[in-house]
């Protein structure tokens, strides 16, 4: 009972301090450890003992896959140069550079316990990294970056971590380290892609969403746990089996599917990271009462763990310039501020102090070990999370662009929509009840919604926001009517619930959102899908007519959304979205292939023949 009370109390702290964090924009994960840190000195409060086989086997292998299935496939293997030199180079040498100011510093402590807290300390987490990075909305190929060596790097610690306990206890050769580590590597790699087939094979034949996200549960524990059991990387293998589950989620999954694990798996992802830094506060009353009795002066006890703080992280801001200056020939290099910031996300988390328990308790000097792995932790979270949002402002980081967004957004939903016309025009039936027309004008509805989003008068609706807003007032007034039904008792219940999933899923499908979104503007940018378009190539943008107006609407009396201009013969038009779909029809009388936004601030094209975007 008094587990289940402690669980069900954690739960309620979690959620009320995210609650509070996002009312005063403060990053959570730094308010739960201070938190934790008070409570742990609360009268009443048991002292926690974060035990390393519940962190490395109960709460790290679910974080991994939640995050490895969300990660793209493509953006890792676009930079895995970049993250392999940081998981694996950058770990080992901040290994050996910690170990080295331990040994320095700590009389006695020998080569081999420095190195294992070196590898303890070496690795950002990827909680902690992702959890600051998309906060502030960093650029996402640095969040790429950051997110591939979260997920990496764990392992290349755990090995030199477990390198270094087997010196502890009676010395270890060269050639074992270089064979453990391409053990671990590699058994990872081949067990990770098993578990991908097995899986894969599982969901082809399996349609219930219940099912599925069951089999996803126990994925990451079943693949963990087989690696190690084979003295391989347990990290490893979780994380090439939900890189590749979710890279062929939409082959191997029913839509349903995909939606229930989504959700699911970012319920957990939620509730087991806020939790992993309430649990690192509540640690830090039973070790700092270790230490007291450490025959370390406190003296050479706080230098040990200043200097192992700054160690980890000026170590990291040399290794990433330096990689930075010699990869400047590359035709892609990252900006020299988005280096930076690479370099200053190196925040460590909760592997890092659970790894810190595997060092065995007749290590010297274990109680200050484990201060200097606490330290390291807060340190980080601390000195660099608080500072990352305002170096990134300091730095002028662009944050992801939602105009850009939502021009790739439309452009790309229009290119589906096509795909899928043509094959409605390839199908062969008997549709005497105009269905097909219903398809197209849903089609239609949805593209509008994107286009919409780019620009239209801040003082009006648009078409989808409108429909958007109707629909979902009149679903509120069929739920109540459902509801009211319910209470009598007269269906029978599973109907009830039918009814009501279906309201819900059709709400859930609006295509714009209850409120009108931000105004966006688009300047010039190149979005064509790398398909290559002549005719946007002939037809470069232009400035565009002040005050434009579309006739025809103006003729007719009927209002327009958008206005496009024709880059043959500067004719204005109004988008799909108004009444009359002016640009369109132009395009069809004239076949003018090309035109471009009319409203100000906005240089994107269209290409009427390709439908790609430049």
Known sequence: MELALLLVSMAAVVL???AVSDRLHFPAPL??????????Y???????????EVVLLGLLPPLLYAAAIQTSLVDFNANRGSILRLSVVLVVLTALAVGAVVEWLIPGIGWAAAIAIGAVVAPPDAVAATAVARKIGLPRRVVTILEGESLLNDATALVALRTAIAALAGGVAVAEVGLDFLRAAGGGLLIGIAFFLLVAWLRKRITDPLMDTAISFLTPFAAFVAAEEVHASGVISVVVAGLLLGHKAPIIQTAQSRITERITWRTVAFVLENTVFLLIGLQLDWILADVADSTLSPGRIALVCGATLVTVIVVRLVWVFVTWLARGLRADPLPASWTFLIGWAGMRGVVTLAAAFVIPDDAPHREVLLLVAFTVVAGTLFLQGLTLPLLTRLLDVPAPDPAEDALARAALLQQAADAGLAKLDELEYDDHHGVSEQIRSRLD??????????????????????YARIRGEMIDAERAKVLLVRSKGRVPSEVVSQVLGMLDIEESMLDAGAEAPERTRVGSIAFTGGRQCDDLDAHPAIETVADPVCATCFADGTPWVSLRQCLDCGHVGCCDSSVGKHAASHFHETLHPVMQSAEPDESWRWCYVHNLTG
């Open 16 to 18: 009320a301090a995210t």
């Open 31 to 40: 308010l739960l450890i201070v938190v934790g840190a008070a409570a742990s």
């Open 42 to 52: 609360v009268p009443g409060v048991p002292t926690i003992h974060l035990e390393s």
């Open 445 to 466: 509805q949805r593209s509008f919604a994107a286009w919409e989003q780019l620009a239209t008068a801040e003082d009006q609706e648009t078409p989808s926001v409108l």
